[in-house]
């Protein structure tokens, strides 16, 4: 498998990247930790005339946090992620995620930001994003936008990413309260994509309910998905086992038009390991909230 022949550029700063992109537009792709686009590349389902590394811009990678949240840069690869003590504390469900994701090697090179960007339907990171009511921070050379998690996936491998943009932050805000996040996935054993992963955020109120929950599920359907029926469940209930399986069992509730069918497992198969790891995600995150 060899790529079709490209134009290679390392720009050493933002700036010079927007140029590269504005100038080239729909002819460029932009190479983050190249996980996913180098493979697609090599079996030459994308042929883009040049390719933009991002590797070399320093100000795209690290973890902060404040009283607002965590801000991560786009650039930040996996196992960085996996070693910030700050999103341990803040987000551990994002360290689940990582833990999840592929192999050593995968881990060292991919970034969050490219994960986010490639939105694979069977990908950890797209489940995440939206269950910590994360959004992105994209910019151009002239302007710069913020979009909610829950407008980022399009459909299939399709964000509102916009051609001339790079995807420079990702933002987690500060949960209310008590509350807790975790991500857990039945995984195909030779790739470790998600067959089914679910990651849940719940924040726990003073009189022991939930007081706030997100679920997102990935690996059921074309892109990362929200359950909202399952939060809707769990919204003003005492977080009992029972009412953690009951809402759990709707996790797939919102795509059973769109479920993923192909030689790994049946779409019945995945809507109910949806519901099994719903009720792990769900129950960790509990947990941690209390």
Partial sequence: MVTSNFEYFAPESFDEAAALLAKHRDAAKIL???????????????APEVLIDLSNVPELSGVSSDGDGLTIGAMTT??????????QKAAPAIIEATSHVADVQVRNRGTIGGSLSHSDPAGDMPAVFLAL???AVARTRRGTREIASDRWFVDL????????????????PTASGKSGSAYAKFENPASRYA???VAASV?????????AARVAVTGVGSK?????????????KEPTASVIRRAADRAAAEIQDDLTEDIHASG???SHLAGVMAEQAITSAVERAG
């Fill in 224 to 236: 990362a998905t929200r359950a909202k029926r399952t939060e809707r469940i769990l919204i003003g």
């Fill in 203 to 211: 924040s726990i109120g003073s009189d022991g309910n939930v007081s």
């Fill in 157 to 172: 491998f399709a964000t509102a990413l916009r051609p001339t943009e790079i995807v420079t932050q990702i933002k987690i």
């Fill in 195 to 197: 067959l089914a992963g």
């Fill in 78 to 87: 996996y196992y960085d992620l996996s070693q910030s003590a700050e999103i």
């Fill in 133 to 135: 009511n994360g959004s």
């Fill in 32 to 46: 983050a930790g190249g996980q996913s686009l180098l493979p697609v590349l090599k079996l030459r389902l994308a």
């Fill in 268 to 270: 019945e198969y995945r």
